[in-house]
């Protein structure tokens, strides 16, 4: 994916997003939802970005081994959302596990209002007996079957 893609893909998910209302804080999934997430916060003028270390997939290459379940290494880095309005952001989805844990950190967290965003669903790696992606993800850019490759991944 170039870099012009996917500033057109984010914007239209800003758009979608702002049409329910623009969030309080944004949390992004390190590291890929990062750069969508700070991407989104600059075109809000929004100044809470947190980022929240879940780890599913355990390598960089293409169809890299993932582990059983996504793992939160420090999920103090949230720091307190209560009664927040939150957006949860990652930049591709295999399984939805890592966006649900996500969701459920910043829930416990005390937040009123999590939706969550990814920018690409991986329809590949999706559970064919999961509930589709569009029932799972508040936001959802595009579609993809196979391994997506962000600009900021190319050597």
């Known amino acids: 994916m170039t870099w012009d893609a ?15 209302g623009l969030p309080e804080v944004i949390v992004g ?9 700070v991407m989104l916060a600059h075109r809000w003028g929004l100044r809470v970005v947190r980022g929240l270390d879940v780890v599913h997939t355990l390598a960089d290459g293409v169809d890299a081994a993932k582990a059983p379940n996504p793992v939160v290494r420090d999920q103090d880095s949230l720091g307190d959302l209560g009664g927040m309005n939150v957006l949860v952001v990652d930049d591709v989805a ?6 649900a844990t996500a969701r459920e950190m910043v829930a416990a967290r005390g937040a009123d209002r ?4 990814a920018c690409v669903v991986n329809e590949a790696n999706w559970p064919p007996d999961a509930e589709d992606p569009a029932k799972v993800l508040t936001y959802l850019g595009r579609r993809q079957r196979g391994w997506v490759i962000f600009p900021w ?3």
């Open 29 to 37: 999934i390190l590291r890929g939802g990062m750069v969508p997430a």
């Open 6 to 20: 996917f500033s057109a893909l984010v914007t239209l998910l800003a758009e979608e997003v702002a049409r329910d």
């Open 94 to 99: 295999g399984s939805g596990q890592t966006v």
């Open 153 to 155: 991944e190319s050597p």
């Open 114 to 117: 999590v939706r969550t965003l």
